[in-house]
């Protein structure tokens, strides 16, 4: 079966830090490009982070620039977002998705793989 499987979310206070993991199983990542996504409560779900295939180059909302860090170990077959400086508005559920191409897009339909998510919730 192929598939992708967050983890790392959990609860954390405001200026805290979590590390998201993305682990693929069933292929290998090397030549997807890989997208975070969050969906609040309420809200669509949007774009987070980006990294291409190669690791070469990212890209990330303008709300997350300077906090988070994406990142990928092609030998684990995993990607990381590294989230630091977090707020309440970051709290949503996070989604990995993989993209069979090679370069960065938060255009959702061109993902070809999708996590079931993981709950961040920054509260204190």
């Known amino acids: 079966q192929l598939q992708v499987v967050e983890s790392g979310g959990g609860l954390v206070q405001p200026g805290g830090s979590l590390r998201l993991s993305c682990a693929a199983s069933g292929f290998t990542l090397d030549y997807y490009a890989i997208g975070w996504f969050r969906q609040a409560p309420g809200k669509a779900r949007e774009g987070v982070s980006c990294i291409r295939s190669s690791g070469s180059s990212t890209i990330y909302a303008d709300s997350v620039k300077g906090r988070f860090t994406i990142s990928r170990d092609n030998a684990k077959n995993t990607v990381y977002l590294r989230m630091n400086s977090l707020k309440p508005e970051d709290t949503a559920i996070y989604y990995c998705?993989?993209?069979?191409?090679?370069?960065?897009?938060?255009?959702?339909?061109?993902?070809?793989?999708w996590g079931q998510g993981t709950q961040v919730t920054v509260s204190s």
């Open positions: 998705a993989a993209a069979n191409h090679y370069y960065c897009s938060f255009g959702q339909d061109e993902y070809d793989y």
